[in-house]
């Protein structure tokens, strides 16, 4: 058989798009990706093409790459993506044979075209899933300010608002009072404003907000129920409407409390698990999507509170001597290896650079492995600069003026060499599968000991970290 091709396909700066594509390589498949000019993925030696994705253009320059790749699966990791497979699939002709072989490819990536518009949807998703019995909390599309009026004249207390197609905890507001409803629906439902779209452009280097300023894009708003509880996450792997594996996380620490998670604990969990099933059958869905649950204080009852219908930054992870990517590959008749996993099942793991950049001082006080892709020495020193969207004059700037980061902080290089390294001495069973040959620890560095990086590159500024510095020790400090 020949070697199975899958293409990454990200509008975001993400990590989680390298880290899949890493997984899927070491499976034995042709990776190609597709991502925006700065990506992390593009510093991956491994990749067959990078191609870019234009905002401009997103659909014509994904079906080129698709084109000129030919894959056997497309993995989209942001919720953009998804909608433009969703777009090439409807506009594709039934009559054409290429058109015929991309909605064949996309139906093999994402699943049954009869599901798409559930997939790509908060409120009606949740829904058609309480009918085949998820335990979901209340909640309703808003269409105006009535709707919220009459919400809270049944439901008076802390609710969330938030908007169809945001993302690790962008477009989510948990208000309290009815004037703060209505306020976060006026901003969530109207255009993105142009004044926002060009500080977005400028300052984080991302065009797409932009083009959507332009073609005036409304969003849809719901209103939930508010959970009071702990965070819970399930990445499933599927195929034709049927699981073909999972992985389960207790969230520990997330971004600003209710963004995406930084510290996550593997654990089994059947209730997701089931709800995970019923969500792929009633979609019929392939690929890869994501549940986020809320695990109620009171009564400890898992609450499904949105899908993710795309990978999620779980998917490299690895538990008993398998990941989500050997899933696919076996279903799709490769021959997945067999991954190394640590001893402890039950195991903490704070997500890099996440983890780094959001919970440097939890690091500090806690023993926890965090997944640094030491195997991957160059991934490892661009996911530890300053992301792509906050290098340019304009992001410096502000900067310096206001901390407005959505990706958190970057650590010095000092700091980041001195967490890094009490880290890796404090390892236990859990975190054995970093291999000690691969690790050097000169004067407090911590990274893997075989890059050598040009002096000029050593003296720049925090944006570094343990970009390339770190990679050769810090002992000349």
Not at 256 to 267: K, P
Request: hydrophobic share 45%; with cysteine.
């Amino acid at each position: 058989m020949n070697q199975l091709r899958v293409l990454i396909a990200t509008t975001t700066w993400w990590p989680s798009a390298a880290r899949l594509a890493v997984a899927f390589h070491g499976h034995g498949a042709l990776v190609s990706a597709i991502c925006p000019h700065g990506h992390p993925m593009r510093v991956l030696r491994s990749l067959r093409a990078v191609h870019a994705y234009s905002a401009l253009a997103p659909l014509d320059t994904l079906a080129r790459a698709i084109r000129q790749e030919t894959p056997d699966l497309i993995v989209p990791t942001d919720d953009r993506v998804v909608a433009h497979l969703h777009a090439l699939h409807a506009s594709a002709t039934a009559h054409d044979p290429d058109s015929v072989a991309l909605r064949a490819l996309i139906e093999r990536s994402l699943g049954a075209p009869d599901g798409f518009s559930l997939s790509g949807t908060r409120d009606r998703l949740l829904q058609a899933v309480q009918a085949d019995g998820v335990r979901v909390p209340a909640g309703r599309s808003i269409a105006g300010v009535d709707d919220l009026r009459a919400w809270f004249a049944a439901r008076p207390g802390r609710c969330v608002i938030k908007t169809e197609g945001s993302w690790g905890g962008s477009g989510v507001s948990v208000v309290h009072t009815l004037a703060d409803a209505e306020a976060a629906f006026l901003a969530m439902s109207q255009p993105l404003t142009l004044r926002r779209a060009v500080r977005i452009l400028l300052f984080d280097g991302d065009p797409f907000p932009f083009v959507q300023c332009l073609r005036r894009e409304r969003r849809t708003v719901t209103v939930q129920a508010f959970i009071e509880g702990r965070q819970a996450n399930i990445m499933a792997a599927c195929r034709d409407g049927h699981l073909l594996d999972t992985l389960s996380v207790d969230v520990l620490r997330a971004q600003n409390g209710i963004g995406a998670a930084t510290v996550v604990r593997m654990v089994d969990c059947p209730e997701m698990e089931a709800a995970a099933a019923i969500v792929a059958r009633r979609i019929g869905a392939s690929g890869l999507f994501g549940l986020d649950f809320m695990i109620e204080t009171a009564t400890g009852l898992y609450y499904l509170i949105e899908m993710n219908p795309r990978a999620t930054q779980l998917g490299h992870l690895a538990r008993r001597g398998r990941d989500l990517a050997a899933a696919l590959v076996a279903a799709l008749g490769g021959t997945p290896r067999i991954v190394a996993t640590p001893a402890d099942e039950d195991q903490v793991v704070a997500l890099f650079p996440q983890a780094l950049r959001f919970e440097a001082d939890w690091l500090e006080r806690n023993r926890t492995r965090i997944d640094v892709p030491v195997d991957q020495p160059q991934l490892t020193a661009e996911l530890l600069r300053r992301p792509w969207t906050k290098r340019s004059p304009f992001a410096r700037i502000e900067g310096w003026l206001r901390d407005n980061d959505a990706n958190g902080k970057v650590l010095s290089q000092r700091r980041a060499a001195t967490l890094l390294a009490k880290l890796a001495s404090q390892r236990t069973e859990a975190s054995r599968d970093i291999p000690s040959s691969r690790i050097a620890r000169l004067g407090g560095g911590l990274m893997p000991d075989h890059i050598s990086v040009p002096e000029h590159r050593r003296r720049t500024d925090d944006d570094r970290v343990v970009g390339a510095d770190i990679m050769e020790g810090v002992s000349s400090r």
